[in-house]
């Protein structure tokens, strides 16, 4: 069961079911000893040697995926750049798309949340607006925005086990004690509502934008919402709320799984998942077996069991199936990534809709980027050395960093760039960061060098 769910987090996190989105902004690029921002086209924006790091600040959260970085009011969008001082941290400034520093260089944080720039100075969290100016001071242990121009804090150690008072800084930066205490800190707002655990009662609710329970503590567990609903707990267990703290899934599943757009998975014990509807909350079909483990692929679910593990369409429709160490991964156009095997041995592949191999096998492979409607996938080479495990009972691999290439495929299995970059990745729409021999740099999916310089050793 362990390793199936370390690949079922391999599997998580290659990919989040959101396509990319299209973006022309600066791209900003690190390098082992600096970094430096450029324009899309590759034009220099900031000199290396200026920063050791810049990253464009994006509202990113679970089931969100990639999202543009954040804009002024002037059009420019914007990102935190640091340099390390005498001691080796890094302190960051916020600044715009064309480099040039909205603030000084004071920050042990910057993050982008509800359209105000959070921040971390001396231990305290304060907020900016998007032009750099100051919206709160740094007095707060937690700082969390409301998506209404405010925000929710707490200006007492969180880590303890005592209460924390709750705090509502409105849009004018006026302050006020909520009443509400709570032990579980603060969580970032989805959909006007935030879980937290009640000091009063030891119970889950949702607070509301000025701090009060919109959904009163009651709950033994509280998710955050995906859309109009959240997976939460009662004794009895886990079932789907709207936002009005109503019950649209009855809270009687030893698991539950809801993502928006999706399907919703639901288990009363591991003998059957049962595959609802997520818009009428139907059953559409149920799985059988002996010790079943569910997991939502976008509109496909894989479901684990003790021999073997399973892929089917949104329908019940088995579309694949593999051995009990195997597990999928997320791609897009209806495409889905199976890994077959033990990490290190050439035992993954593509699938198509239908579930059948489009390219393979591979050492690793996953999703890349989407452009022009067309799917692309990274895929890695590497040196191995193999040992048998008596518990597992079967080989275990080591990798040798020095021999890793990666290249790229399409959809169709298609060859786009060869195994021949020591490091690859996504910055932006068409646009890796590469690294291969002596130059590093960025390269379009064709290959051609964007920008890029000597490696610096």
């Known amino acids: 069961m362990r390793k199936k769910i370390g690949l079922l987090w391999i599997a998580m996190l290659c990919f989040l079911p959101t396509a990319f989105a299209a973006q022309q902004a ?3 690029v690190g390098f082992e000893d600096t970094a430096t921002l450029i324009s899309y086209d590759g034009d220099m924006l900031v000199e290396l040697g200026t920063y050791d790091a810049i990253f464009a600040l994006q509202e990113m959260s679970a089931l969100q995926g990639d999202l543009p970085a954040q804009q002024s009011e002037s059009g420019k969008t914007l ?3 640091g340099k390390k001082g005498d001691n080796g941290e890094i302190l960051y400034a916020l600044i715009d798309d064309a480099g040039e520093r909205l603030t000084e260089m004071e920050y042990t944080m910057l993050s982008l949340e509800g359209g105000s720039i959070l921040f971390l100075k001396d231990g305290l969290y304060g907020a900016l607006s998007p ?12 700082l969390v925005s409301n998506g209404e121009g405010g925000f929710l804090a707490t ?4 880590w303890d086990d005592e209460p924390d008072g709750v705090y509502w800084i409105d849009a004018a930066g006026n302050v006020s004690a909520t009443g509400v205490k709570t032990m579980s800190g603060l969580e970032q707002f989805h959909q006007g509502l935030m879980p937290a655990l009640s000091a009063e009662n030891q119970m889950y609710g949702y607070l509301d934008a000025q701090g009060q329970w919109a959904i009163r503590p009651q709950l033994t567990s509280a998710g955050a919402f995906s859309g109009d609903y959240a997976v939460a707990s009662l004794s009895t267990g886990y079932g789907l709320l709207d936002r009005t703290g109503n019950w649209v899934v009855t809270p009687k ?8 757009g999706g399907l919703i998975l639901a288990q009363e014990d591991q003998k059957t998942v049962r595959v609802l509807d997520a818009s009428t909350f139907e059953e559409k079909f149920t799985i059988s077996g002996e010790e079943l483990y569910c997991a939502s692929l976008g509109e496909r679910v894989q479901v684990y069991d003790t021999d073997r593990v399973q892929l089917y369409d949104a329908e019940g429709t088995l579309l694949n199936e593999s051995g009990a160490f195997s597990g999928y991964a997320y791609g897009e156009n209806g495409q889905t990534i199976l890994y077959a095997g033990a990490w290190g041995e050439e035992c993954v592949y593509l699938l198509d809709a239908q579930g059948k191999t489009v390219a393979g096998p591979f050492q690793s492979l996953s999703l890349l980027d989407m452009y022009e409607g067309t799917a692309y996938y990274s895929f ?4 191995t050395e193999s040992t048998y495990s008596e518990e597992l009972g079967e080989n ?3 990798w040798d960093e020095a021999s890793v290439r990666n290249g790229v495929i399409d959809q169709e299995g298609r060859l786009v760039l060869s195994a021949e970059y020591e490091e690859l990745y996504r910055l932006a729409e068409n646009r890796l960061f590469a690294r291969k021999g002596t130059r590093e740099g960025v390269i379009s999916l064709d290959g051609s060098w964007i920008y890029s310089r ?4």
């Open 155 to 158: 200006t007492t150690e969180y």
């Open 380 to 383: 890695m080479t590497f040196d």
């Open 26 to 28: 600066p791209i900003a």
């Open 396 to 398: 275990l691999y080591d």
């Open 253 to 260: 599943y030893e698991y539950l799984n809801y993502e928006v």
């Open 131 to 142: 032009e750099g100016e100051l919206l709160v001071e740094p007095k707060y242990t937690m």
């Open 79 to 81: 990102y935190a750049a």
């Open 454 to 457: 000597e490696r610096q050793d």
